[in-house]
């Protein structure tokens, strides 16, 4: 069983074989998300003799592919600060494709105070969460800080008008041995998690609520309908309600990596799951009240009618265009300034959006193939103006 050592400490994977592979994601909007319920991705790469399945479902792999990719052949489509810090410092990937979900973030106080625009947070308390897993790229405390230096910068405030307070806490609940189990799905895990009402992904909400800091950071509509819900907390600002759209990076956009193995070495393996990406994006977008039930069981939305309300307008098939691009490239330049990456990149050599322009050629053809059975004598090739540029 392949091991690797990091800060001291061992993790674990399957031994590789390429005649399987692996996903992962994280509690996101995505298409991932929703294949995980449907399955098509899985019979594809059946059809090509690859068994698909997610990586706990293997008791060998423990949890930290998802944070390292330790795993050559597994796709990752989740947040966006963690595939940033492998590709700086770990090891090199290629990034595939992205959704954007525009959910900056938002500053939360307490009901009864009598704070009710930035500017009354001056000389106030604000917190700063700080995972001690060494193993893991601590991305929220990535998300409040950009967060919070964000919505400063635009009410004409800095970093030196409030206190940051730091909060430190174990974020090791990923050792559990109820969590080591293996799981063949997701769902499983946010199921085991009752993630919806698990303080560990809202790190900061007692410290507010017990008074030890008088404002903290959340993501715009998901948690913080949650939140709110409680009667406990409201908003004085909100990210999401500017039409700048630079502002709206939140460990978003939700990314598509693999490891630049994989893509070198088997890119029929690349092109059949973002095939797959593309099909289930496709259908998404057609049936998103369908598509809200399935996501409300692994997002933070309240429920299913907000979690339509949060993806109504949201493209759910991938894509590498300029402005997503341009998001990915916000949050890479605010870690490396920040420290969150000691190595720089250029996101336009990451990108590898020859993968998914064969994907769309390829789905193209079929379709082409397939309908022009029934209209011609014979089914015939479609003549694209585009080339293939793999293998």
Not at 5 to 26: A, H, M, P, R, Y
Request: hydrophobic share 40%.
């Amino acid at each position: 069983m392949p091991q690797t050592t990091i800060d001291g400490k061992t993790v674990s994977t399957v031994e590789l074989k390429w005649d399987e592979v692996f996903f992962t994601n994280c509690p996101m909007v995505s298409a991932n998300n929703i294949d995980q319920e449907l399955g098509w991705c899985k019979t594809d790469f059946k059809k090509i003799g690859v068994d698909y399945s997610y990586f706990r479902s293997r008791r060998e792999n423990d949890f930290y592919p998802h944070y390292i990719h330790n795993l050559d052949n597994l796709f990752r489509f989740g947040g966006l600060y963690p595939p940033i810090a492998v590709n700086a410092d770990i090891r090199r990937t290629r990034l595939l494709g992205a959704t954007m979900v525009y959910e900056g973030g938002c500053m939360l106080v307490r009901v009864g105070d009598p704070i009710y625009r930035m500017q009354d947070l001056k000389g106030k308390k604000i917190g700063l969460s700080k995972s001690l897993n060494t193993l893991k790229n601590d991305w929220w405390r990535i998300n409040e800080h950009l967060g919070i230096e964000s919505m400063l910068r635009i009410n004409d405030m800095t970093m030196d008008d409030v206190e940051i307070v730091e909060f430190p806490y174990p974020d090791d609940w990923y050792s559990d041995p109820k969590m080591l189990e293996p799981m063949i799905n997701p769902t499983d895990l946010w199921a085991t998690r009752d993630h919806k009402h698990d303080l560990a992904f809202r790190p900061l909400e007692m410290a507010l609520l017990g008074g030890k800091v008088d404002a903290i950071y959340t993501l715009s509509n998901q948690i913080q309908h949650l939140q709110e819900a409680t009667g406990n907390i409201r908003a004085i600002e909100d990210l999401s309600d500017y039409p700048d759209w630079s502002l709206q990076v939140a460990n978003t956009p939700a990314v598509i990596t693999c490891t630049d193995v994989m893509a070198d070495e088997h890119p029929e393996l690349v092109v059949t799951y973002m095939k797959a990406m593309i099909k289930v994006g496709r259908w998404t977008n057609e049936n998103k009240h369908a598509a809200a039930v399935i996501l409300d069981r692994q997002t933070f939305y309240r429920d299913a009618e907000d979690t339509y309300q949060g993806i109504k307008d949201v493209d759910m098939v991938p894509n590498l265009s300029p402005q997503n691009l341009a998001c990915v490239k916000i949050g890479k330049d605010f870690m490396l300034s920040h420290g969150y990456i000691k190595n720089d990149f250029d996101v336009a050599e990451w990108a590898a959006p020859e993968f998914l322009e064969k994907a769309a050629q390829e789905l193209i053809e079929e379709e082409w193939k397939k309908r022009s059975a029934f209209k011609l004598p014979e089914a015939t090739e479609v003549a694209l103006s585009t080339h293939p540029r793999l293998g």
